[in-house]
């Protein structure tokens, strides 16, 4: 039991190690502007990625610094993007991403590496499913109590933009939307 758990680790380390160099020799024009541009230029990096705890972080950081319909409206779509990956790894029985999905959104410390917490991963796209439905649900409301025309716009985009992306559509957004 030891050595596998040993082996877990190893894999954990050599995994996060390819993501941080794939990371990491992605950063082309796009996101070396992300690098030192906007929220927005950032989280559209991050979904990229499937980093979806900081393509959250940096939409709040938008609504934060610049509260509008728009910025909650973006905020919403992160959650809805976070559910669509969720879902699509669940159908393709991709339980391990969903594992890797879970240790990025519930780890920041470099104890994390050594020491990753374990979760089943069936259990966990059901919690983080309906978690961010209801965060959704939440950013959506006050995006149109804000201003109800730009969200119906922003919705519009969005919907042809996962009718032209049905199997990635969660990892960008749409061109429209200029992040």
């Known amino acids: 039991m030891e050595g596998t758990k ?6 954990w380390g050599g995994a996060l190690v ?9 950063l082309s024009a796009t996101g070396a502007a992300a690098a030192s541009g906007s929220n927005l230029a ?9 980093d979806y705890r900081r393509a ?19 905020v919403t779509y992160v959650y809805q993007a976070l559910d669509g990956y969720l879902a699509a790894m669940a159908k393709a029985e991709k339980w391990v991403a969903i594992e890797q999905l879970v240790l990025n959104l519930s780890t920041k410390q470099s104890l994390d590496l050594v020491d ?10 059901e919690i983080i499913s309906e978690s961010a439905q209801r965060q959704s649900d939440l950013h959506a409301a006050l995006a149109t ?5 730009v969200t119906e716009k922003l919705w519009k985009q969005q919907a042809a933009w996962r009718a032209a ?3 990635d559509w969660w990892a960008g ?7």
Do not use: N, T
Not at 18 to 26: C, D, R, T
């Open 18 to 26: 390819a993501v941080a160099m794939f990371v990491l020799s992605g």
């Open 165 to 167: 992306h049905p199997d």
């Open 173 to 179: 957004v749409p061109d429209a939307w200029g992040w």
């Open 42 to 50: 950032k989280a559209k990096v991050y979904l990229a990625a499937g």
């Open 145 to 149: 109590k804000l201003d109800k025309a």
């Open 6 to 11: 040993g082996a877990r680790r190893m894999a």
């Open 56 to 74: 959250l972080e940096a939409c709040q950081r938008e609504v934060d610094e610049k509260p509008s319909a728009a910025g909650y409206v973006y």
């Open 116 to 125: 990753p917490p374990d979760i089943m991963a069936r259990v966990a796209r």
